[in-house]
């Protein structure tokens, strides 16, 4: 946190959760910033800055810039943005661990970048370091056409790409994620790219807190 001008830096006891992590605390211009680093290997697995962001000078492909510079100078490469959302005035963006340009759902880091000045304020990476893995992905046995003829007819399907999603707590699947809409309103669809089979379906809904998926 060089970069942020942190004063007062002081330990604040510890967190023995899934990953055991020393809690600190610091001083960014009179605000609070709380940090969680990881008891083996030091890693940030979460902080959050409790500074005013008023307004919205940047939009959301320099918040995505921002947080990608942000990842690699902790050590977090291949990442790609999955889902932006802005709400008071603080991007939302969920990064997914990529390889061979098929995204992993389950290696997800959230961070959050303030809108007015362009920072990352917080980043939330416990999800990836919990997961992420080298791993040897099979290859699809449905082509996107058969996997497009299992989405709803109803649903005017607009992108397609495939992507690895968690399935419960312990296991995930190659699918094949369609984005489409229906009634004025977006949908996501997972298919699964062996059997066929409708892994998940996500409607995309505006509220208070944003552009969200329910």
């Not at 759902?105 to 970048?113: E, F, P």
Request: hydrophobic share 40%.
């Amino acid at each position: 946190f060089a970069k942020m001008g942190i004063a007062n830096v002081e330990n604040d006891g510890e967190a023995n959760g899934i990953i055991p992590c020393y809690n600190v605390k610091a001083e960014v211009e009179g605000d609070i910033l709380y940090a969680q680093i990881s008891k083996t290997g030091g890693k940030i697995v979460m902080f959050d800055y409790s500074g005013s962001c008023n307004d919205v000078k940047y939009g959301k492909e320099y918040a995505i810039a921002a947080g990608e510079e942000f990842m690699r100078s902790v050590g977090i490469d291949d990442m790609t943005a999955v889902w932006v959302n802005l709400s008071g005035n603080v991007y939302t963006i969920n990064f997914a661990y990529e390889t061979n340009k098929i995204p992993v759902y389950s290696d997800l880091v959230k961070v959050r970048v303030c809108a007015e000045t362009n920072k990352v304020i917080g980043m939330e990476a416990l999800s990836y370091y919990t997961n992420h893995t080298d791993r040897v992905i099979a290859k699809a046995t449905l082509t996107e056409k058969e996997a497009r003829e299992k989405v709803s007819v109803n649903i005017e399907i607009e992108t397609a790409r495939l992507a690895v999603v968690p399935v419960g707590e312990t296991s995930e699947k190659l699918c094949y994620e369609f984005t489409g809409t229906y009634d004025d309103s977006t949908f996501y669809v997972y298919i699964d790219a062996l059997s066929g089979k409708q892994v998940q379906m996500f409607k995309v809904v505006e509220s208070t807190e944003g552009t969200l998926l329910v």
